[in-house]
């Protein structure tokens, strides 16, 4: 290993430690605020995944962001896990999960080809159709409920976009009163994200060869970043904002 591929994996840690400790205000939303006027609070440059938080007192809106196919190629393949800890320790408390990815895992030339084959308004409807169905999990009471995008009654609301601006866009709200069923005056909520599955052999034998070829490359890299499959899991910590738009003191 070179020393310049030694300093690459040393500063690789270091964010992915500095991200995990440091702690970002989230906006006040005050239902007047346009979500997308707002810059994001957080990048993570691995998987060109960008972050919002709002809060107010009845909900919390999170908005994962990204312009890049290949990122969004690891979520149709491999699904998107948004894990929540309400105490800011970086644990699996609460999650929202598209469990349900493609039975046939697309190389990058096939999903460039894929989104090609779209125009704004044909893939806006695409994103809802293909991406209905999500998982719901609350580890502190040990249950897992599989609901959908459509389903009018559901607490937990998921919306998905496109724009020209934004490739994918997705903003899940979900209430206080779920995160924190105990009122607190300090509430530091942390963020993970990482995919639902795993690539697997049976995932792997659905590829090229030419992927196939890659993977096996990648394997023999030393690095964080070498998985070029799946999402890495990383976690952001968010201190939720009062109605003055300040940290909760």
């Known amino acids: 290993m070179t020393r310049k591929h030694i300093l690459v994996i040393f500063i690789a840690v270091i964010l992915q430690a500095c991200a995990s400790s440091v702690k970002f205000t989230s906006y006040w939303n005050s239902n007047h605020d346009s979500f997308s006027q707002k810059q994001a ?9 960008s972050i919002k938080v709002f809060n107010n007192n009845q909900f919390v809106d999170i908005i994962l962001e990204t312009n890049s196919p290949l990122t969004l190629r690891k979520i149709y393949n491999l699904g998107l896990s948004l894990w929540i800890d309400p105490n800011g320790k970086s644990k699996n408390v609460y999650a929202v999960n598209f469990p349900l990815p493609t039975d046939f895992p697309y190389t990058d030339k096939q999903f460039r080809s894929y989104l090609s084959g779209f ?41 998905l976009k496109t724009t020209d601006q934004v490739l994918f866009s997705y903003q899940c ?13 300090k509430k530091v909520i942390s963020i993970g994200i990482s995919s639902v599955n795993m690539a697997n052999e049976e995932y792997y034998s659905a590829m090229s060869s030419k992927q196939v070829i890659q993977k096996n490359l990648d394997e023999l890299k030393a690095g964080t970043y070498q998985n070029k499959f799946e999402l890495d899991e990383w976690w952001v910590n968010f201190i939720l904002a009062d109605n003055s738009g300040l940290m909760i003191k």
């Open 41 to 49: 609070l957080f990048y993570h440059s691995a998987d060109k995944i």
């Open 173 to 185: 709200r979900i209430p206080v009163q779920i995160l924190y069923p105990i009122d607190t005056d």
């Open 119 to 159: 125009n704004k308004v044909e893939y806006q409807e695409e994103l809802l159709d293909r991406f209905q169905a999500y998982e719901i999990i609350d580890s502190r009471i040990n249950e897992s409920v599989l609901t959908s995008t459509i389903a009018n009654d559901e607490i937990v609301k998921v919306k």
